[in-house]
């Protein structure tokens, strides 16, 4: 056993700004996506998932556990996270699972379509659709978010969801599931995250109603909504610069999560032992409870 207080880095954390988006092999400390930690029982034996984000943080450490439980997966990720990307692919290898790479930009439709029916033909069906790949750029002032940001923010995060979960429906059956990606953002917005904390509103009660509309197909629809999370997304212009070195801090255990520490509720949502479960908003914050 070990106390989550002390089992991972606390703030103070270097200031180490990157662009967007951000690469978790630059990040310092390096962020567990359970590389070295995650150990599998069959949970997910022969699933067939497709991970947007695959390539770091929340997604990794997903695309990492769902390997060792047994699944094979698609990755897809942003071109320029090439390199990120190859260490996730050799990892699933290292699992003795098919990792296939998709790379490309999701705030685009036909891409979305085309994203899922190369999914369906490399690995012959699609078991569980996780969504986990999200933008998010503070901005201090409604004066300063432009119509722009406020398009790529929506459409990556939102539009996206929609595209390839219309896309998806079709090619599962009954026992496969949907897994959005949302946030205590949701709930507690943060003043710089105007755009963005809507967005991640917009999927928890997307999660919800299309969990309605798809039980009678036998198929689940639930969200993740993490906390503070050591990821790429932050210092590449998530949180103001000058946030990064308290980035966690307010948590109650006074540190951010790690990706890996996330993981296990994905595949929870994935297998056979939560198939009561839907609709739900399975909230992982650090300590601060969703309503
Ligand atoms: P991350 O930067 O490691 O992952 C985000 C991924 O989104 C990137 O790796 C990238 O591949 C993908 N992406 C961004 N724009 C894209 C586009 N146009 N097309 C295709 N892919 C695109 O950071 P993360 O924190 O692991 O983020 C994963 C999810 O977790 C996001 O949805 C984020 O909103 C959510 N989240 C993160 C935190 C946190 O504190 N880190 C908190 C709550 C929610
Ligand atoms: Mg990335």
Redesign the pocket.
């Known amino acids: 056993m070990q106390d989550p207080n002390t089992k991972y880095p606390r703030p103070p954390f270097a200031p180490q700004p990157q662009s967007v988006?951000?690469l978790?092999r630059e990040m310092n400390p390096k962020p567990d996506h359970g590389e070295t930690s995650y150990k599998g029982s069959g949970r997910l034996a022969g699933l067939r998932a497709l991970i947007?984000?695959?390539?770091?943080?929340?997604?990794?450490a997903v695309a990492i556990a769902f390997a060792r439980e047994g699944a094979d997966i698609v990755l897809?990720?942003?071109p320029s996270?090439e390199a990120?990307a190859r260490e996730v692919v050799a990892l699933i290898e290292q699992a003795g699972r098919r990792a296939i790479a998709l790379p490309?930009?999701?705030?685009d439709e036909a891409f979305c379509n085309r994203l899922i029916e190369q999914t369906v033909e490399h690995l012959g069906g699609l078991d569980s659709l996780v969504l986990?790949?999200?933008?998010?750029q503070a901005c201090e002032s409604i004066a300063d978010l432009t119509t722009a940001q406020l398009d790529e923010t929506y459409k990556?995060?939102v539009y996206?969801m929609f595209w390839l979960c219309k896309a998806a429906l079709p090619h599962m059956k009954p026992g496969a599931t949907i897994i959005n990606?949302?946030?205590?953002?949701a709930y507690q917005p943060s003043p710089t995250l105007l755009d963005?904390a809507g967005t991640?509103a917009a999927i928890a009660v997307f999660t919800k109603a299309l969990a309605k509309q798809v039980v009678e197909k036998g198929i689940r629809v639930n969200a993740v909504?993490?906390?503070?999370?050591?990821?790429?997304?932050?210092p590449?212009g998530?949180q103001p610069e000058e946030k990064i070195p308290e980035f966690g801090s307010k948590s109650i255990f006074g540190r951010?999560g790690q990706?890996a520490e996330l993981a296990g509720v994905y595949v929870l949502l994935a297998s056979e032992e939560s198939s009561y479960t839907t609709g739900e908003i399975y909230g992982v914050t650090g300590g601060n409870p969703l309503p």
């Open positions: 988006p951000g978790a947007t984000g695959a390539d770091s943080g929340i997604g990794r897809n990720y942003l996270e990120d490309g930009a999701i705030n986990v790949a999200g933008h998010q990556t995060n996206s990606t949302s946030s205590i953002q963005y991640k909504a993490p906390g503070p999370f050591w990821t790429p997304l932050q590449s998530g951010p990706p």
